[in-house]
């Protein structure tokens, strides 16, 4: 695959992160964590993906994502926020906003169905795009802007695409057992170096995956210790109040994640609206991803005091909470309003699409999911 050439400006930022992280592996003996090179590639200040100031989303960027297709899926979202709003308080916490379209969404919805917002956060790591949410959010007061999580909330959360965006450890299956798979420099270039995992990422391994004697000797795959503390600590915070957290994103119950098919994991990158697997591509150019483990981020928001409230795909979530009704608010006679918005409906609950790669995750505690959105519940399955 021929990748499109950066400008130079771009090129000069990915390589003084190239040399921010040589740096970073000749301080650590010679290698880092993948986890490490991740981190450093996505936030680095001013440098990473995330923190520097390339456009990431839409068609100047590099993917698009759900609330970017078609504001029905904001709308959708509204309608389950509300039913929870109704039984905890008139908050929203949203993670990695992105552009902002689906807070602005949220609130034009919540607004014109009589629901009031006292509060509407967000916790957004990329200078870029907060700049670009306080331009799309300007006629919404109610909207503040966090460093972290707070201590304690009770209403909504929502994250859309934010678990696959978090670091993830590599390990490796080897005739002798799990090795980790480390980030060093071999003749001036990025490359990998198996070593035996701290006591702690054994731990990790041995917690996630399920049935690792079935996987065949070189299955190379990804644990999730910082989404799982990600979970952790959202659990903490809800613990301390009322509300529910939907958790949008791509991914596998354990027992579906860690299979034989899988055997060269699933890192992924996205440059330009090419997705390829070579994460020491120019580095701070492009996102990096893996898929999410839902039994883990499951398991560790019920071992830190809430509940699973519901797991399904998307496509059932967003069925469950009104979007086909939503959709039919458009005349069908009216063709030229209605079809790219039935086109792009299609694409968010398709399974050839996004509707089943695509799952939603509910944890909380104090409230409970409207009985259109559970009827689909398969969290039996994590």
Known sequence: MTLPAPDSDALAASHALQN???????ANDGAISFARFMELALYAPNLGYYSGGAAKLGEAGDFTTAPEITSLFGATLAQAAAAIIAQSAANIL????????????????????GVAVDHYYIVELSGELRARQQEALRDFPQVRWLDGFPDSFSGVVLANEVLDAMPVELVKK?????????VTIDNGAFAYLEREPSASLAAHIAAQIPDADQLPDG????????????????????????????????GFPAHEY????????????????????????LPGLQDI????????????????????????????????AGIGELLLRTSPDDAMRY????????????????????????????????????RADRSHRL
Not at 241 to 248: I, Q, S
Not at 260 to 279: A, F, I, K, L, N
């Open 20 to 26: 921010q992280i040589a740096a970073d592996i000749a």
């Open 94 to 113: 949203e993670f990695g906003a992105g552009t902002g379209k689906l807070a602005r969404d949220v609130l034009t919805a919540l607004h014109q169905a």
């Open 174 to 182: 080897t005739a002798s057992g799990w090795v980790e798979v480390m």
């Open 219 to 250: 299955y190379l795959t990804e644990v999730h210790p910082v989404a799982a503390g990600f979970m952790a600590s959202l659990a903490r915070m809800l613990g301390k109040g009322r509300g529910a957290a939907f958790l949008f994103d791509y």
């Open 258 to 281: 860690y299979v034989g098919q899988r055997e060269t994991g699933t890192v992924m990158c996205h440059y330009r609206h090419h997705s390829h697997p070579d994460p020491f591509y």
């Open 289 to 320: 991803t893996a898929h999410v483990d839902f039994t883990a981020m499951a398991l560790a928001a019920q071992d830190n005091g809430v509940d699973v409230l519901g797991y399904m795909n998307q496509a059932a979530f967003l069925l469950g």
């Open 339 to 374: 079809l790219p918005q039935a086109n792009a409906v299609q694409k968010l609950v398709s399974p050839a699409e996004m509707g089943e790669l695509f799952k939603v995750l509910i944890v909380g505690q104090g409230v409970t999911v409207p009985e259109a959105i559970v």
